[in-house]
């Protein structure tokens, strides 16, 4: 079974949209992390936010958001105003501390088109 | 350095050659990280490196992938008689996590990638 899932593998919007990115994880450890990354055309990744799992706290930044919610299992990723330059693939993962050394599982990745 | 650099940035070789991917992990960073990359697949985790020692390879896929790093900087990926089925992109990550739970998950920083195509 994933242990992260982004069951969205590809979202289209136009320009100026909303849009919610779902992430879904699975662990039994009570001390993880959360995180996204984006994955531009380019192709390097670049780290958007770190989430602990003791902080559901959500949190704004800009025209992002993050909804961290334990209940559901779930931290999802919202783009407001959507814009070209948000097209990419976005990643979500999670690092345990039972692995050990809190190496990342990633999930498969959604990839945003936002269209002019 | 900087960022993560890694090299080849693109390699296209026949099947049953081996290649070698470098990376070179940003300065003082401790901990390093090798990445796949399949179409669709998301993240494969390859390998970690704390230090020179490699507390974590259960990602390597087959015996034909090895790894190492070198003075807790740059590492080598290798991969043997290559296969269709290795092309992907081979990605390293490094950073400042030193290997204490109680530290905490640390960012990770990416490089580009190394684009493996075997014919």
């Known amino acids: 079974a994933q242990k992260v899932t982004q069951a969205q593998t590809e979202i289209s919007v136009v320009e100026k949209e909303d849009v919610t990115l779902d992430c879904v994880y699975e662990t039994r450890d009570t001390t993880y992390y959360l995180f996204w990354y984006k994955q531009p055309p380019s192709g390097e990744l670049v780290f958007l936010i770190r989430r602990n799992s003791f902080d559901e706290q959500n949190e704004i930044s800009g025209r992002y958001s993050w909804n961290f919610q334990k209940s559901t299992s779930s931290f999802n990723f919202t783009i407001t105003a959507s814009q070209v330059v948000d097209s990419a693939v976005y990643f979500c993962?999670?690092?345990?501390?039972?692995?050990?050394?809190?190496?990342?599982?990633f999930g498969r990745g959604t990839s945003l088109i936002v269209h002019p | 350095g900087a960022g993560v650099s890694q090299s080849p940035s693109n390699k296209v070789t026949e099947k049953g050659k081996d290649v070698e991917l470098r990376c070179d992990p940003i300065?003082?960073?401790?901990?390093l990280y090798w990445y796949r990359q399949s179409l669709g697949q998301g993240l494969e985790f390859l390998i970690y490196?704390?230090?020179?020692?490699?507390?974590?390879k259960s990602g390597l896929p087959s015996d034909r992938f090895s790894a190492e790093r070198t003075g807790g900087s740059v590492s080598t990926l290798t991969i043997q008689r290559t296969q269709q089925e290795d092309s992907a992109v081979y990605l390293c990550?490094?950073?400042?996590?030193?290997?204490?739970?109680?530290?905490?998950?640390?960012?990770?920083?990416f490089g580009a990638g190394s684009r493996l195509t075997v014919l």
């Open positions: 300065s003082g960073h401790t901990a």
């Open positions: 490196f704390q230090g020179n020692s490699a507390p974590d």
């Open positions: 993962a999670l690092s345990e501390a039972g692995r050990g050394s809190y190496i990342p599982t």
């Open positions: 990550a490094s950073s400042s996590f030193s290997g204490g739970l109680l530290s905490g998950a640390n960012v990770l920083t």
